[in-house]
């Protein structure tokens, strides 16, 4: 009792110095956090000073070797706040073959790709190795990489358990275990995979564990895995910036089967009406098959763009994407599967052309812009079906989406005289009796057909045959 009672003080004195450390004004330097010098340095050279309140709080616990559960909204800096702590504790130690001695877990390619460009940069004074497992790549080029030794393991659950399954892969050297972005693996139908990637690490390890939002299942993983983690959140669950101006076009599409055409029109009116302010935006739809429409419409008109969804080759994907953040691409039309993972920080605006089915993901797609700090746009349209779905996003973020008037207006329809009736002449009216009479002589009488030498074919309707007109009893006698 007296060790439940240490463990739990511990606990609550933990959680009070991570609210007291979020609750305070933010002047903290990163050469104040304890990190590797050669960390720091290459932090400097990214052009950084100051870090933002999830790296500030989740940092110095994470450097004691305690677990941390991070809680904020998506543009906050949270793929910093376990890569530094992780470089600088993986400085020292050597990675041994087929062993990793980190694992970062991510829910889709992008993010990982994002972490694990994030390691390259925080890294580059170090020599640490590292080895990203995700589809679309040959197992042969991953498997090459992981015999050698990696210290930094970046992985989608899906591809990591089939090179453990394969025998590729030993995760008993697992010192440092994160999960990021834990709600998307949720949505996304990881959470079995993740609870089998757990029971495969040494109990021993410490677990970094960030998440936007907090749901039920995500709590129990918690309870279940992490170990009087130091709880880190800074800002309320679900929320959106407050540097991103939103705002919703309520759509009356019409005809149903035109409805879609109208809309990709609203889509093209809206991004001009941004003008130069728009320099570069992401697109979002629900369906896979919509982008595709969505971008090639766009690209009809004259606009610059290009879709990314699950279903392209990684390699198309990967080029759309640098396509985008290196400035040559402006309009980049995604699924949610770009969702979370895409950090471009200078992305000005976001266009919901469908309104997400979940509100959680709403949040999710607007963080894309208003990034570190700067401001942004998010602009949805929003059908009358879809209205509900507005409701529960607004009812999410506890704010109303301010109404935009619709670039689209409805053109009047004019007002055409309807066509005269022509009156027949007296010669007309004669003509078309003559006709008629011709038409009565030519057609057969009765209900029977002409046969081919003029005749009209006797039917069942003209003519009954003598045997049936006899009674039953005069058809046995004969």
């Known amino acids: 009792m007296q060790r ?34 050669k960390v720091l340095k290459a932090i400097e050279e990214a052009g950084y000073e100051s ?17 941390v559960l991070g809680i904020a909204q998506t543009g906050t800096g949270k793929t910093a706040s376990f890569t530094l702590p992780m470089i600088t504790m993986l400085a020292r130690g050597r990675a041994r073959a087929r062993m990793p001695r980190s694992l970062v877990l991510c829910p889709t390619r992008e993010l990982a790709a994002q972490v694990a460009e994030n390691f390259d940069t925080y890294s580059k004074h170090l020599k640490l190795t590292k080895a990203l497992l995700i589809g679309g790549v040959s197992f042969k080029e991953q498997d090459a990489l992981i015999d050698r030794g990696v210290d930094v393991l970046i992985a989608t659950p899906g591809r990591l358990l ?14 440092i275990m994160v999960v990021d972005e834990a709600d998307r693996m949720l949505d996304m139908g990881f959470i079995p995979d993740i609870e089998r990637i757990f029971s495969l690490t040494p109990f021993t390890r410490q677990t970094l564990f960030f998440s936007a939002t907090m749901a039920s299942e995500i709590e129990r993983i918690t309870d279940t895995f992490l170990s009087a983690p130091a709880r880190v959140e800074v800002a309320r669950q679900a929320t959106a910036s407050e540097t991103i101006e939103q705002g919703v076009v309520m759509f009356k ?5 035109r409805e879609a055409s109208a809309k990709r029109k609203v889509l093209r009116a809206l991004i001009d009406a941004e003008g130069e302010k728009c320099t570069n935006a992401i697109i979002f739809c629900n369906r896979k098959t919509d982008v ?19 279903d392209l080759d990684q390699s198309q994907r990967m080029k759309t994407l640098d396509g985008f953040r290196d400035g040559s691409l402006r309009l980049l039309v995604a ?13 000005s605006h976001v266009f919901n052309f469908d309104v997400p089915g979940h509100p959680e993901d709403y949040v999710h797609r607007i963080g894309r812009t208003g990034r570190a700090g700067r401001d942004g746009k ?101």
């Open 4 to 37: 439940m009672a240490i463990r739990a003080r511990h606990t609550f004195d933990a959680r009070a110095r991570s609210n007291v450390r979020m609750n305070r004004t933010y002047m903290t330097k990163f050469n104040e956090l304890n990190l590797n010098p």
């Open 378 to 478: 998010a602009i949805t349209i929003c059908s009358g079906r879809d209205e509900k779905a507005l409701a529960a996003i607004e009812k999410l973020i506890q704010k109303d989406i301010p109404k935009l008037d619709n670039p689209v207006k409805d053109e009047p329809k004019a007002d055409t005289p309807k066509p005269e009736k022509k009156t027949k002449s007296a010669d007309t009216q004669k003509n078309e009796g003559k006709k008629s009479d011709r038409k009565k002589d030519k057609e057969p009488k009765g209900r029977g057909r002409r046969s081919d030498n003029g005749n009209a074919v006797v039917g069942m309707g003209d003519h009954l045959p003598s045997f049936i007109a006899l009674s039953f009893a005069e058809r046995r006698a004969g």
């Open 51 to 67: 870090p933002t309140p999830i790296q500030e709080g989740a940092i110095p616990p994470a450097l004691e070797g305690r677990d």
């Open 253 to 257: 599409g019409g005809r149903r089967d």
């Open 162 to 175: 089939d090179h453990f399954e394969r025998g590729k892969l030993l995760l008993t050297g697992v010192q």
């Open 292 to 310: 595709d429409i969505c971008a090639k419409s766009l690209k009809k008109y004259g606009y610059d763009a290009a879709a990314i969804h699950g």
């Open 335 to 347: 699924s949610d599967v770009a969702a979370r993972g895409l950090d471009v920080p200078s992305v």
